[in-house]
């Protein structure tokens, strides 16, 4: 059975900041794509920081019964693309999400407050 996608959130996103990685921002794509309905956008202040922050979600899948499609980009640790179905976690380096800046192209979607699910999951 297929996850709710907020409930999903409520686990990755503490996960993700469990990490410390920074400006993490959720957009609402349910509008646009049927593929997934949230896209999570996220910055680490390194390549190590992007491996574990893989590592983490991973771990999370383990940990919290979720599951993970595919990893896409690791080998190059500058951006990675998780996807876990209903939701698409981006890690960035902060040089690499300034280069694809898929924050503007993004900039019309509805945003979802990321301290909703830190507050509420602790």
């Not at 491996?51 to 190059?76: P, Q, W």
Request: aromatic residues 8%; hydrophobic residues 40%; proline residues 3%.
């Amino acid at each position: 059975m297929k996850e709710e996608p907020l409930e999903l959130l409520k686990k990755v996103i503490p996960i993700i900041d469990d990490v410390r990685v920074k400006d993490i921002v959720i957009y609402d794509m349910r509008e646009v794509t049927p593929l997934y309905d949230y896209a999570v956008i996220c910055t680490a202040s390194s390549n190590r920081q992007v491996v574990s922050t893989i590592d983490h979600l991973k771990d999370g899948a383990m940990k919290h019964h979720y599951d993970i499609r595919n990893v896409e980009g690791a080998s190059g640790g500058v951006w990675v693309l998780v996807d876990l179905q209903s939701i698409i976690v981006h890690i960035f380096t902060e040089e690499e999400r300034n280069v694809y800046g898929l924050d503007k192209l993004y900039s019309n979607m509805p945003k979802i407050n990321t301290e909703h699910f830190l507050t509420n999951t602790k």
